[in-house]
């Protein structure tokens, strides 16, 4: 059982229209809705890959019955915690014409410490039960920097491995709690330490407590260091399509690695190959398990001291 949570679920709307002219009127030709956030899509990975997973966050509003309806129709099990604001909307309009989208994300409910420490009281009680948690997304407003970090340190407690993929203080405060592997992007990472090498950052994060520092690198691949080593796998080529959430099935595939135990460059090949396809699948969330399989054999991982990457 992998537990994952998402601090900031959200609402995703996609509306399509034929083309997107700022300042006049569209008919909206399609409208569809899903559970969204990272932990959600992470969670829909990792249930692709065959594991048993359940989705922990906040909801409220009118948009939290579609959410967890949304939910329950992908067979996601799901425990949330209700908070008095809306489930926030993500809209995206998308143009027909060209496939280009445009975002529109509202910030999400506020969630007291109140709710927070409903939220550790039910892991606490599942961690017994869990071979790894995933903490992913950022905070919703209201929230302590420090609320990471502690969902860490109950789950080291418990000797459950923890992947967290966030950005700024609360990433600060999850490496310094000793989180097994962090997930940054690399604009996530340079952008949270103040650094413009990626490699000088994710040696940072390892100084500040982090285990494993895997760093995505968009269509570049990935870089991993770790205590075991150094290594960096690309996909075998750029691929068109949708790289939102292609992060969050690297971060299944992480921890699905940890959990089987498998040797690094394996684990790094594998995000690789699922964040690929992840990248040819229009939503976020979802992976055709033949794209992975056919990219994988595909991946050629390097050890960064081989290459004298590392200093
Ligand atoms: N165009 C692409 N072609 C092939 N692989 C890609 C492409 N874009 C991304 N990837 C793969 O997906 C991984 C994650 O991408 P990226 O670094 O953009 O993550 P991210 O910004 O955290 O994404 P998100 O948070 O939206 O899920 C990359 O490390 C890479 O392996
Ligand atoms: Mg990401």
Partial sequence: MILTVTPNIALDITYR???LTPGSSHRVRRVEERAGGKGVNVAGVLRALGHDTVVLGFVGGATAGTVTSDLARGGLAHELIAVEGPTRRSIAVVDSSNGEATLFNEAGPRVPATSWDDLETRLAARLPRATALVVSGSLPPGSDDAACARLVRLAAAHRVTVLVDTVGPALLQAAAAGADIVKPNAGELLDTIGVSDVAAAATELRRRG???VVVSLGAAGMAAFTPEGS???APPTRLAGNPTGSGDAAAAAL????????????????????SAAAVLQPTAGIVDLRDYH???PQILVEERHALGLDR
């Fill in 210 to 212: 982090a285990k494993a």
């Fill in 17 to 19: 229209v034929d083309q």
């Fill in 255 to 274: 921890i699905a690695g940890a959990v089987a135990g498998a040797p690094w460059p394996d684990r790094l090949r594998d995000a690789v190959a699922l």
């Fill in 231 to 233: 290594w960096r796998a």
């Fill in 294 to 296: 056919r990219f994988a």
